[in-house]
């Protein structure tokens, strides 16, 4: 069954090295140069990035294990937020 509503990953160093997979290496994060803004990783639970004018290119979100796992339904969590 698929559940209503998406959790929230919590904010540990395990969760940001497995983000560090997928939005460090996404178009996006690339374009925006991320790394300089916080939050620079995490976005899904952290909020959005606080780099002005962001560009959207590509997301990644929906190959990384905590979007299953926490069941989160959105993309581009580092313009958008949650
Ligand atoms: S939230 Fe999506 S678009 Fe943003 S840096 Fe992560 S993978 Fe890329
Ligand atoms: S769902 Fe996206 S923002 Fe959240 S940990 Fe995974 S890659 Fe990062």
């Known amino acids: 069954m698929i559940?209503?509503?998406a959790d929230v990953p919590p904010d540990t160093e395990?969760?940001?090295e497995i983000c560090r997979k997928?939005?460090?290496i996404c178009p996006t994060y690339k374009a925006n140069h991320l790394?300089?803004?916080e939050p620079d990783v995490l976005f899904c639970t952290r909020g959005r990035s606080s780099c002005p004018?962001?560009?959207?290119v590509r997301c990644f979100c929906l190959g990384?294990?905590?979007f299953l796992k926490y069941h989160l339904r959105l993309a581009y969590y580092?313009?958008?937020g949650r």
Do not use: S, W
């Open 3 to 5: 559940p209503a509503t």
């Open 14 to 16: 395990e969760n940001r």
């Open 22 to 24: 997928y939005c460090t």
């Open 35 to 37: 790394e300089q803004h």
């Open 53 to 56: 004018d962001k560009k959207e």
């Open 64 to 66: 990384c294990e905590l």
């Open 78 to 80: 580092c313009t958008k």
